[in-house]
């Protein structure tokens, strides 16, 4: 596993919206769900994507996907404009169709979307969002035209299965688009994800992200990159801009507050799944980074006010 596996794991949709719809020169698709990920997939006709950060709407095509970072509501539309009639607004509400088709529909007009929501929770996944732009658009490079006659016959269809079907499809494009968008010349990759490719350090980090309860120490990690410890920590340092053991130290404290948050695991047992030999040397290094003890984090994030929030 390596640190871009780790970071989608648990990215899953839950009842994507779909449609298959004819819509009048001037629809507009409001999606207001507030969800960290949005992706968006045209399976016929184009739109654009009007975003709050964006200075200009952004045209998605068919073979194009999108991926839009909320929480902020955008819309997607017929025309490249900022303000619509609340007659030509629909909000999309996910899991069902996103606009109920008028009778007659017209071939010509007809316009087919596809639309997952993602509701990214806990602080190791913030790696992934924070390296992404507010609306991303990632060109058709692979002839993906039989997924999306296949994805067209399914939003078509009653067949049993057919919302699960498309969530983890919806899944698996997320990642290819995210994964291809990271991979265009002179895209703003993120640290770990360009030293993947580093035959030094893509060892070490994968190593780390497989098994980060396990003793790591420089000299095992550059055994098991095949390097002396000088040339991993030098390599890895000048890629990853911190020593190996500092980004295991901080990949460990940010799986650490997903566990205390999402699991009823005890401090000491925590502290053992993530390689501290004692409850001690883990909550010290804990408040070193979060600022306060296992403990008080948990009663934070399970506070009334939290969960609220």
């Given amino acids: 596993m390596d640190p871009f596996d780790s970071l989608l794991r648990d990215v899953r949709a839950e009842g994507a919206a779909f449609g298959r719809s004819v819509l009048a020169p001037s629809w507009a698709l409001r999606f207001p769900d ?32 999108v991926v839009v970072r909320g929480p902020e509501p955008f819309v997607f539309s017929a025309e490249p404009r900022s303000s619509f009639s609340p007659d030509e607004v629909r909000d999309v509400t996910f899991g069902r169709s996103l606009v109920a088709p008028p009778p007659e529909p017209g071939p010509a007009e007809q316009m087919v979307l596809l639309a997952g929501a993602y509701h990214v929770q806990g602080q190791a996944p913030q790696r992934l969002l924070g390296a992404l732009p507010p609306v991303l658009v990632v060109p058709d490079e692979h002839d993906c035209s039989s997924l999306r006659d296949y994805l067209d016959f399914q939003l078509g269809g009653c067949r049993p299965g057919r919302q699960i079907v498309l969530d983890r499809l919806l899944d698996w494009l997320l990642v290819c688009t995210i994964r291809d968008w990271f991979d265009q010349p002179g895209a703003q990759a993120p640290r770990w994800y360009r030293a993947l490719s580093d035959g030094t350090v893509g060892p070490a980090l994968r190593a780390m992200h497989d098994a980060p309860g396990e003793p790591w120490t420089l000299a095992s990690l550059a055994a098991r990159a095949g390097v002396s410890r000088t040339t991993l920590a030098k390599r890895f340092t000048e890629l990853m801009g911190e020593p190996p053991l500092t980004y295991l130290t901080d990949w460990r404290m940010a799986l650490a507050v997903d566990m205390l948050a999402e699991t009823t695991a005890t401090v000491a047992a925590v502290a053992r799944r993530l390689g501290y030999a004692d409850a001690f040397g883990f909550s010290t290094a804990f408040k070193r980074v979060h600022g306060v003890s296992p403990s008080e984090h948990r009663k934070l994030a399970r506070s009334p006010e939290q969960t609220r929030s």
């Fill in 34 to 65: 507030g969800a960290p990920l949005t992706l968006c997939v045209p399976l016929r006709g184009e739109g654009w994507i009007v975003h709050p950060e964006n200075d200009k709407p952004l045209l998605v095509r068919v073979g194009e996907a």
